[in-house]
């Protein structure tokens, strides 16, 4: 068979079904032989744009990560846990499946968790207790965003979602100041 004159595959193309393929069976039903059928295709010509199926993933985390915003911190440290969570919890509400992706490994880094601990300090956290508070809310976002009130997504369900989500990060938030505040009246001591 002749080679095709314009390119059938891409990078983007294969991520974007890689993750389609995530969304219908999970994590552990991307097989790249699963999708190169998906595509069309040999699984060897996937090897041509991604190494390996853990590229294709780095992808996806890449892909998911652009939309976790970390620039909120300006205002104070729980406006910016708030848009950061926010933000994150958008990013894996639609994809719930793939939030293992992102928060595994070294795809971690791509949340924004690193930069949200440093903002931390800068906000007067101590370093073990940034690392908490920011483990904490990402803890919240994974397991909102992986345990979706319904197993098909409706209206009802994402609007129950979504406040059953703010509800918890508001509480969790609260709960930090008093925290924040002690910590700060010990190093002002």
């Known amino acids: 068979m002749a080679r095709p004159k314009e390119a059938i595959l891409s990078r983007n193309l294969i991520r974007d079904q890689a993750l389609a393929i995530i969304d219908e069976d999970g994590l552990d039903g991307l097989t790249m032989r699963k999708l190169a059928t998906r595509l069309g295709v040999q699984a060897a010509s996937l090897y041509s744009h991604f190494p390996n199926k853990e590229a294709v ?15 909120g911190f300006a205002d104070s440290w729980q406006e910016g846990l708030r848009t950061w969570a926010n933000s994150y919890y958008s990013a894996m ?6 939030a293992p992706v992102v928060a595994s490994g ?3 880094r ?3 968790a690193d930069e949200v601990h440093t903002a931390l300090l800068d906000h007067g956290w101590p370093d073990r207790e940034a690392t908490m508070v920011a483990a904490a809310t990402r803890y919240l976002v994974l397991g909102a965003a992986s345990t979706p009130a319904a197993t098909e997504p409706d209206q009802f369900a994402d609007t129950i979602d979504q406040a059953s989500f703010t509800l918890a990060l508001d509480a969790l938030i609260r709960g930090f100041e008093p925290v924040h505040a002690s910590l700060s009246a010990v190093r002002s001591a």
């Not at 993933?57 to 970390?70: N, Q, S």
């Not at 509400?93 to 793939?98: R, S, V």
């Open 57 to 71: 993933l780095g992808a996806i985390a890449d892909r998911l990560a652009k939309r976790i915003d970390v620039g």
């Open 93 to 98: 509400h639609w994809h719930p499946k793939a």
């Open 106 to 108: 070294s795809l971690d």
């Open 110 to 112: 791509l949340s924004g």
